[in-house]
């Protein structure tokens, strides 16, 4: 159910229902108890994260994806949003593309605001601004309008006082569309793979993001590097990941991301790591990750926080107790 009305609407969000407006208030009904928070109660961060890479098959989706969906699951707010006009992340976790019900091209180009476009999702506190596939023609009809970098910082202003955490998940390119969510970002994180390849386009990367902090988001700072689809047996990954944490230094997170079947599985069965292989040695570094994230922002613990309820059930039991033994394979 979602009912919208001028600078408010009524919806349903995991059992309970959600009064989201303008003004500096959130109702939310559990139960028969209502309980009204203002924004300066929340105290939420709003940390705003672009996940990007212009090379792709890096583990960009895969990386949005179960990241939001561990940083929800330990208690935090997070909106993920879908740059990407494939809509893997929209996918990923489990909505419908094209369901008629409005996505970030209806913000980008037709300048809805984005509580029109943002829908809940299957996990406890993780909310979706979707794409579609008219985000493919995005990038051209964005070229005349006018501050057309802005587009998504702009659009965020009002809403990202509601978050914790909000994910970027962008294209693998670098055009308009990367260039708008790095302009609206606090940092971006690099997912790398251990390949060659990998870095020879670091240079590229690294000269854009340099060019948005020089002309259009001063603040903008890499935020971590991720590497992504290791295997411990291949002395290539060595090499790389070597080479890569010569030139980062400690923005390379301690956590590595191996190659995993089940990883490589969740996507086509709509689901985050954790709700397809909650045990999985997947699962367990997506989590790890979760936890360096909140780290290096300075998120508080809000496990179980004032009472949310939705929690519980295997999700939850995989953010709590992440197996020791993943039973998981990897690809040679």
Request: proline fraction near 6%; charge should be neutral.
């Amino acid at each position: 159910m979602s009912i919208h009305h001028a600078g408010w609407r009524i919806f349903r969000r995991h059992g309970e229902l959600v009064i989201d407006c303008e003004w500096p208030l959130l109702l939310i009904v559990v139960g028969l108890r209502p309980l009204i928070r203002s924004k300066t109660e929340m105290q939420p961060t709003g940390s705003t994260f672009a996940i990007v890479n212009q090379k792709g098959g890096v583990g960009k989706t895969t990386t949005a994806v179960n990241l939001s969906a561990a940083l929800a699951l330990l208690g935090h707010r997070i909106l993920l949003i879908d740059l990407d006009p494939q809509g893997n992340s929209t996918s990923g976790v489990g909505a419908s593309k094209g369901a008629g019900l409005g996505s970030m091209y209806d913000v980008l180009i037709g300048a809805d605001p984005m509580f029109h476009v943002i829908r809940p999702s299957p996990v406890p506190r993780l909310d979706l601004a979707p794409s579609d596939v008219r985000l493919a023609g995005a990038e051209v009809e964005l070229v005349p309008a006018i501050a057309r970098e802005n587009k998504l910082k702009k659009a965020l202003k009002r809403i990202r006082d509601m978050y914790d955490v909000l994910v970027i998940d962008c294209p693998p390119s670098l055009g308009l569309l990367t260039v708008n969510a790095l302009t609206a970002a606090d940092g971006c994180l690099i997912p790398m793979q251990c390949e060659y390849y990998a870095l020879e386009g670091l240079s590229a990367l690294m000269t854009s993001i340099e060019l948005i902090r020089r002309h259009l988001n001063p603040g903008l700072r890499i935020s971590g590097v991720l590497l992504t689809m290791v295997d411990p047996r291949l002395k290539l990954c060595e090499q790389v990941a070597e080479e890569v944490k010569r030139h980062f230094g400690h923005q390379v997170f301690e956590t590595a991301i191996p190659r995993s079947v089940r990883l490589a599985e969740a996507p086509s069965h709509g689901q985050p790591i954790f709700a397809y292989a909650a045990d999985s040695r997947g699962a367990e570094a997506y989590l790890s990750l979760a936890h360096e994230v909140i780290g290096r922002i300075g998120l508080e613990p809000r496990w179980m926080e004032r009472g949310l309820v939705g929690v519980a059930g295997p999700l939850a039991t995989a953010a709590a107790t992440p197996s020791e033994d993943g039973g998981d394979q990897t690809d040679g």
